[in-house]
């Protein structure tokens, strides 16, 4: 007797994977990258209410919960503690998180540290993507790694007709998961979720742990299939 394993994309899961991964991943580049005004949260809630992706992980549920529950009477004062908790979290002196950045988590030193952008800044350059740095960003910024990869994978379902440019793209996000992103933001998304005091902030962190391993996977399984 032989059994025939159905292709990956043609599974409900899979075809959820990757049909939002990207709207996966912006989202969290978004609250990661500016703080939660009523200008991003509001078009955000109206999204997530119908996103399937979100099912995908424990925090990406919670988050989906939480934003369905603020009331056009909550938006607001929500809107108001989130950008604080922004604000503590990211920004000024006493910040919790001065420095969200690949650099900062992963070398001890300044030689290291303008080794390990360099490295990550080659990356980029090799797959021919620039971005477009509203904020000056470093180039090892956790929101750019993660806008590398949401690019890579818009790149590789456009070249579905096209094997070898696929394998590529797909074998860019892996190898960029595995020796960078992975090497050190789920150590971030841990504390994150741990010293955030709002559950945007908390289910943000929650989500970008568990979401980044499951990725990965599932561009393995995808990778196996087609090769």
């Given at each position: 007797m032989t059994?025939t394993l159905?292709?990956?994309l043609?599974?409900?899961?899979?075809?959820r994977?990757?049909?939002?991964?990207?709207?996966?991943y912006?989202l969290l580049?978004?609250?990661?990258e500016?703080p939660?005004?009523l200008a991003?949260i509001a078009p955000?809630q109206?999204q997530?209410?119908?996103?399937?992706?979100l099912?995908?992980?424990?925090?990406?549920r919670r988050?989906q919960?939480?934003?369905g529950r603020?009331?056009?009477?909550?938006?607001?004062?929500a809107c108001?503690?989130?950008t604080?908790?922004y604000?503590?979290?990211?920004?000024?002196r006493?910040a919790?998180f001065?420095?969200?950045?690949?650099?900062?988590?992963?070398?001890?030193d300044?030689?290291?540290a303008?080794?390990?952008?360099r490295?990550i800044?080659?990356?980029?350059?090799?797959c021919?993507i620039?971005?477009?740095?509203l904020q000056?960003?470093n180039d090892d910024?956790l929101?750019?790694?993660?806008?590398?990869?949401?690019?890579?994978?818009?790149?590789?379902?456009?070249?579905?007709?096209?094997?070898e440019?696929?394998?590529?793209?797909l074998?860019?996000?892996?190898?960029?998961?595995?020796?960078h992103?992975?090497q050190?933001a789920?150590h971030?998304a841990?504390?994150?979720?741990?010293?955030?005091?709002?559950p945007l902030?908390r289910?943000?962190?929650?989500?970008?742990?568990?979401?980044m391993p499951y990725?990965?996977?599932?561009?393995?399984s995808l990778?196996?299939?087609?090769?």
């Amino acid at each position: 007797m032989t059994t025939t394993l159905e292709p990956l994309l043609d599974t409900l899961e899979g075809a959820r994977w990757h049909q939002g991964r990207s709207w996966a991943y912006q989202l969290l580049i978004d609250f990661l990258e500016n703080p939660p005004g009523l200008a991003q949260i509001a078009p955000w809630q109206r999204q997530a209410e119908l996103r399937e992706e979100l099912a995908l992980t424990d925090g990406g549920r919670r988050l989906q919960d939480y934003l369905g529950r603020l009331s056009p009477g909550r938006l607001v004062e929500a809107c108001r503690k989130e950008t604080e908790e922004y604000e503590r979290l990211f920004i000024g002196r006493d910040a919790v998180f001065p420095s969200v950045c690949e650099s900062a988590y992963r070398t001890a030193d300044p030689s290291s540290a303008r080794r390990c952008v360099r490295q990550i800044r080659e990356a980029y350059e090799d797959c021919g993507i620039v971005f477009n740095k509203l904020q000056s960003e470093n180039d090892d910024h956790l929101t750019i790694e993660l806008e590398f990869i949401a690019v890579a994978g818009e790149h590789m379902a456009f070249t579905a007709g096209l094997p070898e440019c696929r394998l590529m793209w797909l074998d860019t996000q892996i190898d960029f998961l595995e020796r960078h992103l992975l090497q050190w933001a789920p150590h971030f998304a841990k504390e994150l979720t741990e010293q955030a005091r709002t559950p945007l902030y908390r289910e943000i962190g929650s989500m970008l742990g568990e979401f980044m391993p499951y990725d990965l996977r599932m561009l393995k399984s995808l990778r196996n299939e087609l090769a």
